[in-house]
């Protein structure tokens, strides 16, 4: 259940930094595109990163 509940709070953390149709996205995907977003690039840039 704690595996289930980190991955909701990283959807909505990715949710909150304009990541937009984050629900297919793996827990790593996720994880590499808010680093992204951290750093200061687009987020749906980031997003494509990551799902690369």
């Known amino acids: 259940m704690a595996d289930r ?3 909701h709070d990283l959807r909505r953390q990715a949710h909150d930094a304009g990541i937009e149709g984050n629900s297919k996205m ?3 995907q996720l994880q590499q595109a808010l680093k992204r977003v951290g750093k200061g690039e687009q987020p749906q840039a980031a997003k494509r990163q990551a799902k690369s």
Do not use: D, K, S, Y
């Open 5 to 7: 509940e980190r991955l």
């Open 26 to 28: 793996t827990e790593g």
